[in-house]
């Protein structure tokens, strides 16, 4: 049933899914992207470049999340429901049959439905029911798109998260009060349809070179009559965001936590098995580590020592090697390529996705296949064009530039794998013997 829901809404994803301008993301992509492409790594993979792309050319970037949650059971009759409603899915003209003991009783058929809250919640914990619910909300906010996009506002979304970016100058306050007009026209949609606007959960955040953050750091903007002035960092997905993207926050949070857990597990080590030790510290730590890394790519040298050391200290614990005795034989016994590595591997894995129509159209966007001006033998060879960066230190960083660097830099052995465990073995081998040569 989930299948012949994904091709009944496909054809509604395909029309309202089109981009409107460059640079603004649609609502809904692709029906399949929310089902099983659309993950957090991705979406902040894609939101990432974007601030990077406008960070580098010295411009200031205002960035507004608004957090909206739902809260409805049902539908009243006398709120328009058209984005659902006029949608003919697999739940249309058909019966269902309650059993109750001995008795069985058939319902009469259903012009449309929308699955009710989470009251009986223990009952429907199930993949197929997750994934419609999911879809169904997609549908119902479509219309969220096109409000932003009248504003002329860049926009990127998360399930019910909304993050809304505008570019300009510093000295230009007409993004302030465009990003106010939209958040109003968003708020009043959401009254309408029964949704509620979370203006304390709102933050802004400034991102661009620190002259230009100075500058507009005494500007508010004014939403629900509350005024609200920009962050120093906030928190988008799990990820601590900074206004000037190094990831300091990030790191040493995720460093607190990691060591928090490991030191409990040290505790217990004693009566646990070397195979259920690793499955603690993989679990709490390292699976943190390895959260977003991709971001850290081309970071301070801080942000990928520290983690290291939180990969050393996981090592010795479960090894339980002494603390002066050298670790890098430890990690090569363990098979755990350094954090360094880890972040190549996460971006590569990526790209090959985002080559084979295996990832969110826009990253597979991002990339482009390099076509030399004559005639050579490395057209094809699988290269990918590398864009060129007028600051290193900024737009070195972003994935559209890092992705094709690493995958240029792979055998053409890895690069032709066919499938995708395939390639993770392939990959995993060639960056095992460049972190370990000896």
């Known amino acids: 049933m989930v299948k012949r ?62 957090v909206h949650h739902v809260q409805f059971e049902t539908f009243p009759a006398e709120v328009s429901v058209t984005p659902v409603a006029t949608h003919h899915g697999p739940w249309v003209n058909q019966r269902r049959k309650v059993r109750a003991g001995p008795q069985a009783r058939t319902s009469p058929p259903l012009v449309f439905e929308i699955p009710p809250s989470n009251r009986f919640a223990p009952l429907r914990q199930t993949r197929p029911y997750a994934v419609i619910v999911t879809l169904l909300f997609t549908l119902y906010m479509l219309p969220l798109g096109q409000i932003i996009r009248k504003h002329g506002i860049s926009f990127h979304c998360y399930a019910d998260d909304t993050q809304l970016y505008v570019s300009g100058k510093s000295e230009d ?36 070179p620190r002259v230009a953050r100075d500058k507009l750091s005494d500007h508010m903007v004014t939403l629900d009559g509350l ?91 479960l090894t339980r090697t002494r603390r002066y005795d050298h670790i890098t034989p430890i990690l090569s016994t363990l098979h755990w390529l350094p954090v360094k590595f880890r972040i190549n591997y996460k971006i590569l894995s990526l790209t090959f996705k985002a080559l084979n129509g295996l990832a969110p159209q826009y990253l597979s966007d991002l990339l482009v296949f390099y076509d030399p001006p004559r005639l050579l033998r490395s057209k094809d060879a699988g290269y990918l064009t590398v864009p060129r960066i007028v600051k290193a230190t900024a737009g070195g960083r972003a994935f559209p530039y890092r992705s094709p660097q690493l995958w240029n830099s792979l055998p053409i052995s890895v690069r032709d794998s066919d499938t995708v465990s395939v390639f993770k073995s392939r990959l995993k081998t060639y960056l095992f013997t460049q972190a370990y040569p000896n």
């Open 173 to 208: 306050s007409q993004q302030l009060s465009k990003v106010e007009d939209c958040v109003k026209d968003i708020r009043h949609w959401m009254l309408t349809y029964f949704l509620l606007f979370n203006s304390d959960k709102t933050e802004i955040l400034v991102l661009g």
């Open 5 to 66: 829901f994904l091709v009944e809404i496909s054809k509604l994803g395909a029309v309202e899914g089109e981009r409107s301008s460059p640079g603004v993301l649609p609502l809904l992509i692709h029906p399949r992207s929310v089902v099983c492409w659309h993950q957090c790594d991705r979406d902040l993979g894609w939101i990432h470049p974007d601030a990077w792309s406008l960070h580098r050319e010295t411009r200031s970037v205002e960035g507004l999340g608004v």
């Open 227 to 317: 005024s609200i002035s920009s962050c120093t960092a906030v928190k988008d997905l799990g990820l601590i965001i900074d206004s000037s993207l190094s990831f300091d926050g990030h790191v040493d949070n995720i460093t607190r936590i990691a060591f928090f857990h490991l030191r409990n597990i040290s505790k217990i080590r004693n009566i646990l098995s070397i195979h259920d030790a690793e499955i603690l510290v993989h679990a709490f730590v390292t699976s943190r580590l390895d959260y977003c890394n991709a971001l850290l790519s081309g970071c301070s040298s801080r942000n990928i020592n520290i983690p290291q050391l939180v990969q050393n200290a996981s090592a010795r614990v």
